[in-house]
């Protein structure tokens, strides 16, 4: 009785680690992709634990088989959503199959669960509560959640050894331990058929470590997470001061000069965003900001891409991040980008609400644009909201 106890206790500490870690990612960016993709992810592993739980507990084989077939389809889905995180970290590569047809992906891995879940799945009890029989279907449910998690392994140290930012570098680690976990869990259930013995479920064990490493990456290393974070980077050359509630429009074809008004405005205490069409791990390495979250302004999908068509989604995140600091800097490169998805009143009424923002909050706004690519209705317009800076 003792043991069984301990075993609910496990499962329950785990389902309310995911749970709340899932809630921490979703309330503070909602919008982005990587967030959504992660929140699902978290509410499968929840629903893992607490369909172990209920297996465990069970009052006789008939009601445990019912929850061990939820475990079946929770944790199949747990790691069709865990391998596709890996290919959003720590930016989408090349246009992955898996992230251009994520609906595809999903539909598959569903039919794919409620087969093994329909499945000749049988349980067993013992000491510590009923569990999944290892059986002929269970060993090869067992085996697609490992290669899941095994193949999200390896693209992980693949992304980790192409990329060049150390920073990005240590935010993949936890990811990395986290989806190792299931792998190396592997070994114990090869121990377990090869020695013919029985042990307690390990399921909710495997998901509070693999939450418990993830966890860890998402409060320290900010995955999935947009915060506003102070940033110990060295000024360069003196650059125009940017005021407290004041937008700066800087007329220039080259961005050399607002990347380092604003790596200045960072090393004056400044909390920064950049919003770029340039690729964020370029701008790291050049200008040596390893912590200032970015967003890239691209069509292609990731965890830390916007849609240039997707102005409203840009404002908002822009205006979270507003909300959670008091020293913000934001960068804006990629004005004409975004002209060529939008139209010049949608791209206007954009920038009056950014501008408003920041003079509301005590913020500052800097944005490059080159008057000659931009359209000849939208300057003017600009000029006449913000403050000019020719290089």
């Known amino acids: 009785m003792i043991e069984k106890v301990a075993l609910a206790s496990v499962s329950v500490i785990a389902a309310a680690a995911c749970f709340a870690l899932g809630i921490?990612?979703?309330?503070?960016?909602?919008?982005?992709?990587?967030?959504?993709?992660?929140?699902?992810?978290?509410?499968?592993?929840?629903?893992?634990?607490?369909?172990?739980?209920?297996?465990i507990t069970s009052p006789d084989s008939a009601t445990a088989l019912l929850f061990a077939r939820g475990i079946v389809l929770s944790s199949t889905l747990l790691g069709s959503g865990m391998l596709y995180l890996a290919f959003l970290l720590?930016?989408?590569r090349?246009?992955?199959?898996?992230?251009?047809?994520r609906?595809?992906?999903?539909?598959?891995?569903?039919?794919?669960?409620?087969?093994?879940a329909a499945g000749g799945?049988?349980?067993?009890?013992d000491r510590f509560g009923w569990w999944v029989f290892l059986n002929t279907s269970s060993l090869l449910w067992y085996v697609s959640i490992v290669l899941f998690f095994l193949a999200g392994t390896i693209v992980l140290i693949l992304n980790y050894k192409r990329e060049r930012s150390g920073n990005e570098r240590r935010?993949?680690?936890?990811?990395?331990?986290?989806?190792?976990?299931?792998?190396f869990s592997a070994l114990m259930v090869v121990e377990l058929v090869l020695s013919e013995t029985t042990d307690p479920s390990m399921l909710s064990?495997?998901?509070?470590?693999?939450?418990?490493?993830?966890g860890y990456g998402v409060v320290q290393?900010?995955?999935?997470?947009?915060?506003?974070v102070g940033e110990d980077v060295k000024g360069g050359p003196r650059t125009p001061s940017v005021k407290p509630g004041s937008s700066v429009l800087v007329e220039t074809k080259g961005n050399d000069l607002t990347y380092r008004m604003f790596v200045n405005e960072i090393a004056a205490g400044g909390q920064g965003l950049i919003i770029s069409r340039k690729h964020p791990s370029q701008l790291r390495e050049r200008y040596g900001l390893l912590s200032t979250p970015m967003l890239w302004l691209t069509t292609k999908p990731g965890a830390s891409h916007v849609d240039p068509s997707s102005l409203s989604l840009l404002l908002h995140s822009i205006m979270t991040f507003l909300q959670k600091s008091d020293r913000a800097v934001i960068l804006l490169d990629g004005l004409e980008y975004l002209e060529a998805y939008n139209s010049e009143e949608a791209i206007m009424q954009f920038i009056y609400g950014l501008r408003d923002a920041i003079t509301v909050t005590g913020s500052k706004l800097i944005i490059m644009v080159d008057p000659v690519a931009l359209g000849p209705l939208v300057l003017p317009r600009l000029e006449r909201e913000m403050d000019i800076i020719d290089n």
């Open 24 to 55: 921490y990612v979703f309330r503070r960016n909602q919008h982005h992709l990587g967030s959504r993709a992660f929140f699902g992810v978290t509410m499968m592993a929840t629903l893992a634990a607490l369909f172990d739980l209920l297996t």
């Open 90 to 92: 720590p930016f989408e």
């Open 94 to 101: 090349e246009g992955s199959l898996v992230v251009r047809h």
């Open 103 to 116: 609906r595809a992906l999903g539909i598959a891995t569903l039919v794919f669960a409620l087969t093994m």
């Open 121 to 125: 799945i049988e349980v067993a009890e």
């Open 171 to 183: 935010r993949m680690l936890p990811m990395i331990a986290g989806m190792a976990v299931p792998v």
């Open 205 to 214: 064990a495997i998901v509070l470590a693999s939450c418990l490493c993830i």
């Open 221 to 228: 290393q900010k995955l999935f997470v947009m915060e506003p």
